[in-house]
T-cell receptor
Framework: EAQVTQNPRYLITVTGKKLTVTCSQN?????MSWYRQDPGLGLRQIYY???????DKGDVPEGYKVSRKEKRNFPLILESPSPNQTSLYFC??????????????FGNGTRLTVT | GENVEQHPSTLSVQEGDSAVIKCTYS??????FPWYKQELGKGPQLIID?????GEKKDQRIAVTLNKTAKHFSLHITETQPEDSAVYFC????????????FGAGTQVVVTP
């Protein structure tokens, strides 16, 4: 089954404790992206990657890091989480050969709480 | 950059009635407008999209209309059913942004039996 898998689904942590949210896709997609979803703000892009070793900032990159060492994986790293990073996070992927014929496939989300 | 506004933020409809969600965009160069549906506990899923070279597209009970002059597009759901209850997001993108999507804030649709 074609899917984007995020782990963990729920995470509660404390301020300053480094964490990683993993994302893996099995569709051989070149493009991967991280979004955060907050009430009243919709989905805002954090970082994206066009292919292995190619990453770029989205609209709200502060406080986050990503890496793309393999095509299928795109982890999101919070080096020193703060309470304002409490949010619902989504990883997404798509093929880029035909961008307008290739929808974004989303994972089921990671609910992060930073106390 | 592109700014997408979506209204209303919540929408309650009786089963069988129609629901309409409206979005406006700011960048006249945007040429692709998808709609995503997010069910509880899941990620958003594409339900319909429209490109700037057409004014309307239908898929069974859902339809999308686009007015390029006014820079707004709408989602129409007819004969609503309880399974239509979800959060709906509109989005916009353009050719030279490698398909980067700018999302609206979302509309919570509740269909009551």
């Amino acid at each position: 089954e074609a899917q984007v898998t995020q782990n963990p689904r729920y995470l509660i942590t404390v301020t300053g404790k480094k964490l990683t949210v993993t994302c893996s896709q099995n569709m051989n997609h070149e493009y991967m992206s991280w979004y955060r979803q907050d009430p009243g703000l919709g989905l805002r892009q954090i970082y994206y990657s066009m292919n292995v070793e190619v990453t770029d900032k989205g609209d709200v990159p502060e406080g986050y890091k990503v890496s793309r060492k393999e095509k299928r994986n795109f982890p999101l790293i919070l080096e020193s989480p703060s309470p304002n990073q409490t949010s619902l996070y989504f990883c997404a992927s798509r093929a880029i050969e035909q961008p307008y014929n290739s929808p974004l496939h989303f994972g089921n989300g990671t609910r992060l709480t930073v106390t | 950059g592109e700014n997408v506004e979506q209204h209303p933020s919540t929408l309650s409809v009786q089963e069988g009635d129609s629901a309409v969600i409206k979005c406006t965009y700011s960048d006249s160069a945007s040429n692709y407008f998808p709609w995503y549906k997010q069910e509880l506990g899941k990620g958003p899923q594409l339900i319909i999209d429209i490109r700037s070279n057409v004014g309307e597209k239908k898929d069974q009970r859902i339809a999308v209309t686009l007015n390029k002059t006014a820079k707004h597009f709408s989602l129409h759901i007819t004969e609503t059913q309880p399974e239509d209850s979800a959060v709906y997001f509109c989005a916009a993108s353009k050719t030279d942004s490698w398909g980067k999507l700018q999302f609206g804030a979302g509309t919570q649709v509740v269909v009551t039996p």
